[in-house]
């Protein structure tokens, strides 16, 4: 099926102030872009892109004094399925793990490890291993964590989240991924676009977050705040934890002064 998806974002810098923006989809998914927009800045300067450390995609540009406006509109072809992870899918043992792979496995700004792992080992370590297990963690924090975007703060950790039980998105992926890589399960955290389709209008649309554990076969998808298949998810960036994906970089202080996402069907 085909998806427009995009943002439209406003900021206002006090001085010329350095960016770098993290919102358009990985180099994977490149070949089932239809209509490729270009990113367009309000007044117009020059931007240019990079890879980072990841393969995402990044964007730098300065943003002059004043009202600063970034917008994208594309259309991108997608499976009309829920993501599923097949039950069976076990995991693999950590000496046998590919070595650009056992990296996931390590603590990182925002998923503190060893502040998790005896709790972690304690509520899952008799759990089946592979999909069982990581299921039963999504199932953990969907549970134990309270959605509310009142309760939203950019420096709150998993082991925060953890003791705090309200969070966004973010949170429910951080807790999520920290404690899966306690269970020697490598995960990564991703954040893209994720539109309501197949499910009811919870609310004002956003970029979401999710992470992908990596089992038999490869990497997974497996999503803590929703916790459940969803349709349409568009990949636009992974990392160890939000510090190194995020949306924009500010070198130096702005307002936020429009935020408008959309990824729906055609």
């Not at 070595?99 to 990182?108: A, I, K, N, Q, R």
Request: charged share 20%; aromatic share 10%; hydrophobic share 40%.
């Amino acid at each position: 099926m085909l998806i427009r998806y995009g943002y439209d974002i406003t900021v206002s810098c006090p001085q010329d102030t350095p960016l770098i923006t993290m919102m358009s989809v990985r180099d994977e998914a490149r070949d089932d872009l239809r209509i490729q927009g270009a990113v367009e800045t309000m007044p117009s300067v020059p931007t240019r892109s990079y890879r980072d450390m990841f393969g995402n995609t990044c964007r730098r540009v300065v943003a002059p004094a004043g009202l600063f406006r970034l917008r994208a509109d594309c259309t991108i072809e997608t499976s009309d399925l829920p993501n599923t992870v097949p039950a069976h899918l076990r995991e693999v043992p950590v000496a046998d793990l590919p070595d650009h792979v056992v990296f996931y496995l390590l603590g990182s700004r925002y998923c503190e490890t060893d502040r998790l792992s005896q709790f972690a080992w304690d509520m899952f370590g008799t759990v089946t291993p592979g999909q069982p297990r990581v299921q039963a963690i999504c199932d953990y924090v969907h549970n134990h964590i309270r959605f509310d975007y009142m309760n939203a703060r950019v420096t709150r950790t998993a082991y925060e989240g953890w003791q705090e039980q309200t969070g966004v998105c973010r949170d429910f992926a951080h807790l999520a991924v920290t404690l899966c890589r306690c269970m020697n399960i490598p995960t990564r955290y991703v954040n893209g676009y994720l539109g309501d389709i197949g499910v009811p209008v919870t609310g004002p649309m956003d970029f979401a977050a999710w992470m992908e554990c990596y089992l038999e076969g490869g990497w997974h998808t497996f999503d803590p705040r929703n916790n459940k298949p969803r349709i349409g998810r568009i990949v636009v960036a992974h990392g160890r934890d939000a510090a190194d994906v995020p949306l924009i970089h500010s070198f130096g202080p702005h307002v936020l002064e429009k935020f408008a996402v959309w990824a729906d069907q055609v």
